[in-house]
């Protein structure tokens, strides 16, 4: 067995067993918990840094026979590429900092035991998924995810909103796996085996390899948030916020776009499955960036941008560039976790999520205005930040798939991709610019807004997100950057947040990329006035008056920016309702029908049993009554034949 073998076996292996144990503990647990957790996960990293190194450019596979079904295979098999170890370093980096963190972050949960056994298991199912080399090891990650993600949106009880979240997740999640499991389930009865090889080397047939293609996309589409299967992304925000962090950054919403860089040769034969995800990535870029300009809510601001930004790396696959997609995704981990802790610094330090009610934060508050400003400046795209490389990035690979017809896509997709990504670039800035200058610029609001409840906001997840067990809904102290155990992990996640950029000296994305002087307006001119005009326009609204917000300047579009285009509301009217209807109707035909005839199978047997004892006590022994009844049923028979053959 070979030391990438070893690895690669180690990275789900370790945080899974770890989980497990942690599974187990009582839970006031809390060292223990603190221990395994943050152990399983710094293994994992040292194992996923190990793998880069011992790969050294180069791909490996090794796999052994687990079960076979007359000739259908499916094996143990891993399948690693320098990609993969990549994706391994930024999952594992992103939970071992969401661990750490919350260990302060819930310091006086009583529950915090099965939290970090979940969030471990949570880091093993997406482990699996990056190292799998076979589709039903990958599922099994896949689905492990569903479930963990369950658990953790809904672990903060006294949150009225947060199990509804959680259920909200799990269905909207599972719609799209239905489709997931039956284009797995295409894909391995063709090609005859199930390992990612093997389907990568079939011969499809053209209409076969299109339907499975888009069958695999609904389930990208419900893990990492396209629409229309987006609207559970923004109601996670009930879970604590380290979890926000770990879903949104690395985990579960990178998910489906990592599988589908995986796949991406068989896409590259199916355009037609490629122009649905163009369509479906510039949707979901535009939709969540509107819907993050109006939002008071600082962690939903930052849940629609990961929406947006998933768009971006959608939009890089559908114009024929996985590598793009890569790293944005990488990025977007670093920039986005980072965004995420530190937004929890602030909820801390202010008893609030809301925007409305902070204010003032940068003097009290240096390091976490520092490290959120380093964040969103990446998020923006300013150069020579991450975001601005690897999302501008995905403009150049857009409008060469436009203009000059590279790769599978056809023409129209890339023009679509790259003004949906332009508009989007003016966007950001202005909601990142918002964020900004609402939370810590100005003068501080919190003493004259009231301390937010669910009762006070009509969106969810907005109640107070405090450590579990503090109390409820009560103004903290003095604001102040937050102790050791919560600055740490958001301080060193600046550093991937503003050096990542420099990854595009290496290949292969400096060669993904194309950069070179005929790029030089998509990449540089035409986005830098984009975000400088969007900047600059929330700065000049934010500057007219530093105490009202940027977002009234929407005027009668708010509303609407706000409720998402209140798409939420539409698929509760249009499918929820129907769906309770039609289960409230299957309930009353069970009761009528099948109970009433099971019900009244019984009375008639009870009936007839009486009636047999009537004669019995009439001095007809039983034997009697048994054969002059049988003689009555075979001769009922009897005649129902004959008139049959008549």
Same mark, same amino acid.
């Given at each position: 067995? &070979? @030391?990438?073998?070893?690895?690669?076996?180690?990275?789900?292996?370790?945080?899974?067993?770890?989980?497990?144990?942690?599974?187990?503990?009582?839970?006031?647990? /809390? !060292?223990?918990?603190?221990?395994?957790?943050?152990?399983?996960?710094?293994?994992?990293?040292?194992?996923?840094? =190990?793998?880069?190194?011992?790969?050294? =450019?180069?791909?490996?596979?090794?796999?052994?026979?687990?079960?076979?079904?007359?000739?259908? +295979?499916? !094996?143990?098999?891993?399948?690693?590429?320098? #990609?993969?170890?990549?994706?391994?370093?930024?999952?594992?980096a992103v939970a071992l900092a969401v661990q750490v963190y919350s260990v302060g972050y819930l310091h006086d949960d009583d529950r915090y035991a099965p939290? #970090?056994?979940?969030? &471990?298991?949570?880091?093993?199912?997406?482990?699996?998924?990056?190292?799998?080399?076979?589709?039903?090891?990958?599922?099994?990650?896949?689905?492990?995810?569903?479930?963990?993600?369950?658990?953790?949106?809904?672990?903060?009880?006294?949150?009225?909103? $947060?199990?509804?979240?959680?259920?909200?997740?799990?269905?909207?999640?599972?719609?799209?796996?239905?489709?997931?499991?039956?284009?797995?389930?295409?894909?391995?009865?063709?090609?005859? &085996?199930? /390992?990612?090889?093997?389907?990568?080397?079939?011969?499809?047939?053209?209409? !076969?390899?299109?339907?499975?293609?888009?069958?695999?996309?609904?389930?990208?589409?419900?893990?990492?948030?396209?629409?229309?299967?987006?609207?559970?992304?923004?109601?996670?925000? $009930?879970?604590?916020?380290?979890?926000?962090?770990?879903?949104?950054?690395?985990?579960?919403?990178?998910?489906?776009?990592?599988?589908?860089? /995986?796949?991406?040769?068989?896409?590259?034969?199916?355009?037609?499955?490629?122009?649905?995800?163009?369509?479906?990535?510039?949707?979901?870029?535009?939709?969540?960036?509107? #819907?993050?300009? $109006?939002?008071?809510?600082?962690? *939903?601001?930052?849940?629609?941008?990961?929406? +947006?930004?998933?768009?971006?790396?959608?939009?890089?696959?559908?114009?024929?560039?996985?590598?793009?997609?890569?790293?944005?995704?990488? &990025?977007?981990?670093?920039?986005?976790?980072?965004?995420?802790?530190?937004?929890?610094?602030?909820?801390?330090?202010?008893?609030?999520?809301?925007?409305?009610?902070?204010?003032?934060?940068?003097?009290?508050?240096?390091?976490?205005?520092?490290?959120?400003?380093?964040?969103?400046?990446?998020?923006?795209?300013?150069?020579?930040?991450?975001?601005?490389?690897?999302?501008?990035?995905?403009?150049?690979?857009?409008?060469?798939?436009?203009?000059?017809?590279?790769?599978?896509?056809?023409?129209?997709?890339?023009?679509?991709?790259?003004?949906?990504?332009?508009?989007?670039?003016?966007?950001?800035?202005?909601?990142?610019?918002?964020?900004?200058?609402?939370?810590?610029?100005?003068?501080?609001? @919190?003493?004259?807004?009231?301390?937010?409840?669910?009762?006070?906001?009509?969106?969810?997840? +907005?109640?107070?997100?405090?450590?579990?067990?503090?109390?409820?809904?009560?103004?903290?102290? %003095?604001?102040?950057? %937050?102790?050791?155990?919560?600055?740490?992990?958001?301080?060193?996640?600046?550093?991937?947040?503003?050096?990542?950029?420099?990854?595009?000296?290496?290949?292969?994305?400096?060669?993904?990329?194309?950069?070179?002087?005929?790029?030089?307006? +998509?990449?540089?001119?035409?986005?830098?006035?984009l975000l400088l005009a969007g900047a600059g326009l929330a700065w000049w609204r934010w500057r007219a008056d530093p105490a009202a917000d940027p977002a009234?300047?929407?005027?009668?579009? *708010?509303?609407?920016?706000?409720?998402?285009?209140?798409?939420?509301?539409?698929?509760?009217?249009?499918?929820?309702?129907?769906?309770?209807?039609?289960?409230?109707?299957?309930?009353?035909?069970?009761?009528?029908?099948?109970?009433?005839?099971?019900?009244?199978?019984? *009375?008639?047997?009870?009936?007839?049993?009486?009636?047999?004892?009537?004669?019995?006590?009439?001095?007809?022994?039983? $034997?009697?009554?048994?054969?002059?009844?049988?003689?009555?049923?075979?001769?009922? #028979?009897?005649?129902? !034949?004959?008139?049959?053959?008549?």
């Amino acid at each position: 067995m &070979s @030391a990438v073998t070893v690895l690669a076996g180690l990275l789900p292996a370790v945080p899974f067993g770890l989980a497990l144990v942690g599974l187990l503990l009582p839970q006031r647990s /809390r !060292t223990g918990a603190a221990a395994l957790g943050i152990g399983g996960a710094a293994v994992a990293l040292a194992a996923a840094i =190990g793998l880069v190194v011992a790969l050294d =450019g180069r791909g490996a596979e090794a796999s052994a026979d687990w079960v076979d079904f007359g000739g259908l +295979s499916v !094996t143990l098999s891993l399948r690693l590429d320098p #990609a993969a170890a990549l994706v391994a370093v930024a999952v594992a980096a992103v939970a071992l900092a969401v661990q750490v963190y919350s260990v302060g972050y819930l310091h006086d949960d009583d529950r915090y035991a099965p939290y #970090a056994a979940q969030v &471990s298991l949570f880091t093993a199912a997406m482990l699996l998924v990056v190292v799998a080399g076979d589709l039903i090891m990958l599922l099994v990650g896949w689905e492990v995810m569903g479930i963990c993600s369950y658990l953790l949106i809904g672990h903060d009880r006294r949150l009225p909103e $947060a199990p509804g979240a959680a259920v909200k997740a799990f269905l909207v999640t599972r719609v799209g796996d239905v489709g997931f499991l039956l284009g797995i389930v295409v894909l391995g009865v063709h090609a005859g &085996s199930f /390992r990612i090889s093997d389907v990568l080397a079939h011969d499809f047939g053209p209409g !076969t390899l299109t339907a499975a293609c888009l069958l695999l996309l609904a389930g990208v589409a419900g893990k990492s948030a396209q629409f229309p299967l987006h609207t559970w992304l923004p109601d996670a925000m $009930a879970g604590p916020t380290p979890i926000s962090a770990l879903i949104h950054a690395a985990t579960m919403v990178a998910a489906g776009i990592y599988v589908l860089t /995986r796949l991406f040769p068989l896409y590259e034969q199916a355009p037609v499955a490629l122009a649905v995800l163009g369509v479906m990535a510039a949707v979901t870029l535009l939709l969540g960036a509107l #819907a993050a300009t $109006a939002q008071d809510d600082i962690k *939903r601001v930052l849940a629609w941008s990961t929406v +947006s930004q998933l768009g971006y790396m959608a939009g890089a696959l559908a114009v024929g560039s996985p590598p793009a997609a890569l790293f944005h995704l990488l &990025s977007h981990a670093a920039f986005k976790a980072l965004l995420f802790l530190a937004a929890g610094a602030v909820i801390h330090a202010v008893g609030s999520n809301l925007m409305s009610a902070m204010g003032g934060l940068r003097r009290p508050m240096p390091v976490t205005f520092w490290c959120t400003a380093i964040g969103l400046a990446a998020l923006a795209g300013v150069p020579p930040l991450a975001g601005f490389w690897s999302k501008d990035g995905i403009l150049v690979v857009a409008e060469q798939a436009a203009r000059h017809h590279a790769g599978p896509t056809a023409a129209w997709v890339g023009w679509l991709v790259w003004l949906a990504g332009l508009v989007g670039v003016g966007l950001t800035a202005w909601y990142a610019t918002r964020l900004l200058l609402r939370t810590f610029f100005g003068a501080s609001r @919190a003493q004259t807004h009231p301390v937010d409840t669910p009762a006070a906001h009509a969106s969810p997840a +907005s109640a107070i997100d405090a450590p579990a067990g503090s109390p409820a809904h009560t103004p903290p102290g %003095p604001p102040h950057d %937050p102790p050791g155990l919560l600055r740490w992990p958001v301080v060193l996640l600046a550093v991937p947040s503003a050096a990542l950029g420099l990854a595009v000296l290496v290949t292969p994305f400096r060669d993904a990329l194309a950069l070179d002087e005929t790029h030089l307006d +998509s990449f540089v001119v035409i986005p830098m006035a984009l975000l400088l005009a969007g900047a600059g326009l929330a700065w000049w609204r934010w500057r007219a008056d530093p105490a009202a917000d940027p977002a009234t300047g929407l005027g009668p579009l *708010r509303p609407a920016f706000a409720r998402a285009f209140w798409l939420d509301e539409a698929q509760h009217a249009l499918v929820v309702r129907p769906v309770r209807a039609l289960g409230r109707l299957i309930r009353r035909g069970d009761e009528g029908l099948v109970d009433g005839a099971v019900e009244g199978t019984g *009375r008639g047997t009870a009936g007839l049993g009486g009636g047999m004892e009537l004669l019995h006590r009439g001095g007809m022994p039983r $034997a009697v009554v048994a054969v002059l009844g049988g003689a009555l049923l075979l001769g009922l #028979a009897a005649v129902l !034949t004959l008139g049959g053959v008549a």
